[in-house]
């Protein structure tokens, strides 16, 4: 590319390439309206994908930007504005200076156990408020952690950031081999416990300077992220190193909550100080020095045994249920209005569809899963928190962008212990009068959690959202739980 000649948008002249990793190429650029340099990621688009599929990949690229740069805290890269040309999505940054982390462990090599524990402070600071807004990183890693002249770490890269609960990344775009939770790996959803896991493992890496799933190949990486534990990390010292193993659990439910990760860094800082206890959890963190010890000798097991003594109530579902029997046949019939069978197309979830030729016209999908107790609140508790931020974060969706229009939520009473419906429309990129329509209910009862989708194509631009038909397969699924 002709850098010297390149004018971005009218607006953004690119200078030089910083860097290029998996997810796309970064860019010093000056902003010619405000005369000011930026950085502009190029957004790396996946080969091979059809045009419709490539329009969607973009849009869905641009609305996940917008969505992060409202993100504000000292410790987070801010995005100012996102482009699309050509197809081709454009991410206007913050232009930060001083190096990556991964740079700084290369030039230096481990870094003191303090200094890593300051970092992790910042990056969990950044991750908190992402997470508060519903949003996932997924993509934590050393490379995207910059530290300043003064030691101050900073968390790039929000640009792929997306909504709790994503099944993973569509295209494959997002995330690093050996910086990837075990449930990404294995395309369960995304929460605050995968980012969680990238932290330990960026800080384990900072503080060893070597990664603690380091493999000749990225395919090696992942089956070791799966299959193995990494060994202690011995620079750590006993308490960050318990931290980080505990971190690293292999189930997103034993691994230390964010809180609890704040408290053992603030203690890692400032070894001669005990943590000071949270208000509504002096009971536990009396106990954390002792905790930690023990989780230097026992690795995780150590503290996920913690974490169960302490794990307050457990919820009616000990196991969620198998969603391909939450409709019945003729429940089924009558939703997608047609003969249709069950199809579970991945664990915790099942599809009925009604369809025209090899042309899928309706479809419904049931979703089920469940939270457990995170050694500080009971799994009712999780899955209220997890449910009230998923509801804050479809709803700062709302509005249209480019060829989708996302409607209001909207509360359904009477249905598990809370509900609210939204809809979605997305014009087809080839037709200016109809696309594709999906109205989801999402429902909490107890620690589960249950989402219904219904899915409509050939659907006319003007056409109301089909809600009822959505809202009355959720109560069947509801009455289903309840029976």
Same mark, same amino acid.
């Given at each position: 590319?002709?850098?010297?000649?390149?004018?971005?948008?009218?607006?953004?002249?690119?200078?030089?390439?910083? &860097?290029?990793?998996?997810?796309?190429?970064?860019?010093? @650029?000056?902003? !010619?309206?405000?005369?000011? %340099?930026?950085?502009?990621?190029?957004?790396?688009?996946? $080969? +091979?994908?059809?045009?419709?599929?490539? @329009? %969607?990949?973009?849009?869905?690229?641009?609305? %996940?930007?917008?969505?992060?740069?409202?993100?504000?805290?000292?410790?987070?890269?801010?995005?100012?504005?996102?482009?699309?040309?050509?197809? =081709? $999505?454009?991410?206007?940054?913050?232009?930060?200076?001083?190096?990556?982390?991964?740079?700084?462990?290369?030039?230096?090599?481990?870094?003191?156990?303090?200094?890593?524990?300051?970092?992790?402070?910042?990056?969990?600071?950044?991750?908190?408020?992402?997470?508060?807004?519903?949003?996932?990183? =997924?993509?934590?890693?050393? @490379?995207?952690?910059?530290?300043?002249?003064?030691?101050?770490?900073?968390?790039?890269?929000?640009?792929?950031?997306?909504?709790?609960?994503?099944?993973?990344? +569509?295209?494959?775009?997002?995330?690093?081999?050996?910086?990837?939770? $075990?449930?990404?790996?294995?395309?369960?959803? #995304?929460?605050?416990?995968?980012?969680?896991?990238?932290?330990?493992?960026?800080?384990?890496?900072?503080?060893?300077?070597?990664?603690?799933?380091?493999?000749?190949?990225?395919?090696?990486?992942?089956?070791?992220?799966?299959?193995?534990?990494?060994?202690?990390?011995? +620079?750590?010292?006993?308490?960050?190193?318990?931290?980080?193993?505990?971190?690293?659990?292999?189930?997103?439910?034993?691994?230390?909550?964010? &809180?609890?990760?704040?408290?053992?860094?603030?203690?890692?800082?400032?070894?001669?100080?005990?943590?000071?206890?949270?208000?509504?959890?002096?009971?536990?963190?009396?106990?954390?020095?002792?905790?930690?010890?023990?989780?230097?000798?026992?690795?995780?097991? &150590?503290?996920?045994?913690?974490?169960?003594?302490?794990?307050?109530?457990?919820?009616?579902?000990?196991?969620?249920?198998?969603?391909?029997?939450?409709?019945?046949?003729? =429940?089924? !019939?009558?939703?997608?209005?047609?003969?249709?069978?069950?199809?579970?197309?991945?664990?915790?979830?099942? =599809?009925?569809?009604?369809?025209?030729? #090899?042309?899928?016209?309706?479809?419904?999908?049931?979703?089920?899963?469940?939270?457990?107790?995170?050694?500080?609140?009971?799994? $009712?508790?999780?899955?209220?928190?997890?449910?009230?931020? !998923?509801?804050?974060?479809?709803?700062?969706?709302?509005?249209?962008?480019?060829?989708?229009?996302?409607?209001?939520?909207?509360?359904?009473?009477?249905?598990?212990?809370?509900?609210?419906?939204?809809?979605?429309? %997305?014009?087809?990129?080839?037709?200016?009068?109809?696309?594709?329509?999906?109205?989801?209910?999402?429902?909490?009862?107890?620690?589960?959690?249950?989402?219904?989708?219904?899915?409509?194509?050939?659907?006319?631009?003007?056409?109301? /959202?089909?809600?009822?038909?959505?809202?009355?397969? /959720?109560?069947?699924? #509801?009455?289903?739980?309840? &029976?």
């Amino acid at each position: 590319m002709p850098v010297d000649a390149y004018l971005l948008a009218g607006r953004y002249r690119l200078v030089e390439r910083l &860097g290029e990793g998996g997810a796309g190429t970064v860019w010093r @650029a000056r902003d !010619e309206t405000l005369n000011r %340099e930026v950085a502009v990621k190029q957004v790396r688009i996946p $080969p +091979r994908l059809t045009p419709a599929q490539r @329009a %969607e990949f973009a849009d869905r690229a641009i609305y %996940e930007a917008r969505a992060a740069g409202r993100l504000r805290d000292p410790a987070i890269v801010v995005i100012h504005d996102v482009v699309l040309e050509a197809d =081709q $999505p454009w991410i206007i940054m913050d232009l930060v200076t001083g190096r990556s982390l991964d740079q700084a462990i290369k030039d230096f090599g481990p870094l003191p156990p303090p200094s890593v524990a300051r970092i992790g402070l910042s990056v969990l600071s950044a991750l908190q408020v992402a997470h508060s807004y519903g949003m996932v990183h =997924q993509d934590v890693k050393p @490379a995207n952690i910059l530290l300043d002249a003064d030691g101050s770490a900073m968390l790039t890269d929000f640009g792929i950031a997306v909504t709790m609960g994503a099944k993973g990344d +569509r295209y494959g775009s997002a995330g690093s081999p050996g910086y990837m939770a $075990p449930e990404r790996l294995n395309e369960q959803p #995304s929460g605050p416990a995968s980012d969680l896991w990238s932290l330990g493992a960026s800080l384990y890496t900072a503080v060893e300077g070597r990664p603690p799933f380091a493999r000749p190949n990225p395919a090696a990486m992942a089956a070791a992220v799966l299959l193995h534990d990494p060994p202690f990390p011995a +620079r750590a010292g006993r308490e960050l190193g318990g931290l980080l193993m505990a971190m690293l659990a292999k189930d997103p439910a034993a691994r230390p909550t964010a &809180g609890q990760v704040r408290q053992a860094l603030e203690h890692a800082v400032s070894p001669g100080r005990a943590p000071a206890p949270s208000a509504g959890r002096r009971r536990a963190w009396w106990l954390v020095p002792v905790l930690l010890a023990a989780v230097a000798l026992l690795g995780t097991a &150590g503290w996920y045994g913690w974490t169960v003594l302490n794990r307050g109530e457990p919820g009616r579902y000990a196991a969620a249920p198998d969603p391909c029997r939450l409709l019945t046949a003729a =429940q089924a !019939e009558q939703v997608v209005g047609g003969a249709t069978g069950a199809e579970k197309t991945r664990e915790g979830e099942c =599809q009925w569809r009604l369809q025209q030729g #090899s042309l899928v016209t309706r479809r419904v999908t049931v979703r089920v899963w469940i939270e457990r107790p995170d050694g500080s609140r009971g799994a $009712p508790e999780v899955a209220a928190r997890r449910f009230d931020m !998923e509801r804050a974060s479809r709803r700062a969706a709302e509005g249209s962008v480019f060829r989708e229009r996302v409607g209001e939520v909207r509360d359904v009473p009477g249905t598990g212990e809370a509900a609210f419906v939204q809809s979605r429309f %997305e014009r087809y990129i080839n037709s200016p009068g109809s696309g594709r329509a999906d109205t989801a209910v999402l429902l909490r009862d107890s620690n589960l959690i249950a989402e219904v989708v219904w899915h409509r194509t050939d659907v006319g631009i003007d056409d109301p /959202a089909d809600e009822k038909t959505a809202v009355d397969a /959720a109560g069947m699924v #509801s009455g289903a739980l309840r &029976g």
